[in-house]
């Protein structure tokens, strides 16, 4: 009895630490595939090989270049049957990083987080639609304009024929997204003396869902993804235009991807592959890709 006894715990013991070693073997060998698309919450600053040695040179060395974004949907979102991320900007990066010849790994985060990330050296570049403005044009050292849009007004269309310009938002509740264009913007026409009511949001979309049932009476929002979201969605709402019929831009920008201040030789490279993608017609197959309506394609 008591050798069975023994022998049943020499058994439990080798299966626990069979099961122990399993579990931490499988741990280190992830597939490239869902190591590149992993959503990263909390990032070390990357290593840095030698403080002579710029950042164009480091990437090149460890062989990754580890990019920050956030969910903009058609320029950057989930696949709902793969959880990969996929559109517009996720192939433009990805075209960088075959032309440099490394492994790209993402690191998801809120919009707000980006430049902060960027700024402690958590990511080498970001990209998620981001406007070049001057304010942040003091921070971070962005590549040429990739792609043009601007800021517009998104109602239903009630509300349609009352507004036109931002004088015509008084008194009324106007969505906006957290450390994005659109919110500074409220919080500059709230200081200019109109009296709307700014009410943030993590993500644009919350922020259309609550404009479908009367939360908020207007969205501040990218003309290209509020034109995706109508047509993908048949959402009931209407982009504010001016007496002419024409969109009522708030503001017209180039988007941008953004490095550290001063990685100059970074820089150079990512728009040289911006050059290339335009003059090669690479982008202009993204376009019909990714912004153009799901029907549409």
Known sequence: ??????????????????????????????????????????????????????????????GIMRVGTAITEPFEYRDPDT???????????QYIADQLGVE???????????????????????????????????????????????LVMVARPALQAHIVTVQDLAGLKVGVKIGATGAALAQDLMAQGIGLESKEYKDTFDSFLD??????????????????????????????TNDSGEIEFLSQVGLGIAVHSGDQELLDQVNKALLEMKENGTFDQLKAIWLMPISDR
């Open 1 to 62: 009895m008591i050798r069975l006894i023994k022998s049943k715990i020499v058994v439990f013991f080798y299966l626990l630490f069979v099961s122990i070693w399993i579990l931490l073997f499988s741990g280190c060998v992830l597939p490239d595939r869902l190591r590149a698309n992993s959503t990263e919450t909390s990032v070390a600053p990357l290593p840095l090989l030698d403080d002579n040695v710029n950042s164009l040179a480091q990437i090149q060395a460890r």
């Open 83 to 93: 959880g990969e991320l996929m559109g517009f900007d996720i192939d433009t990066i």
């Open 104 to 150: 790209l790994v993402w690191v998801e985060m809120p919009f707000a987080n980006l430049i902060p990330a960027l700024d402690d050296r958590k990511v080498d570049m970001t990209i998620a639609a981001m406007y070049i403005n001057p304010e942040r044009e003091e921070q971070v050292d962005f590549s040429e304009p990739y792609f043009n849009t601007g």
């Open 211 to 240: 404009l479908e049932v009367g939360r908020v009476d207007i969205v501040f929002n990218d003309y290209l993804n509020s034109l995706a979201y109508i047509k993908d969605t048949q959402a009931d709402f209407q982009i504010i």
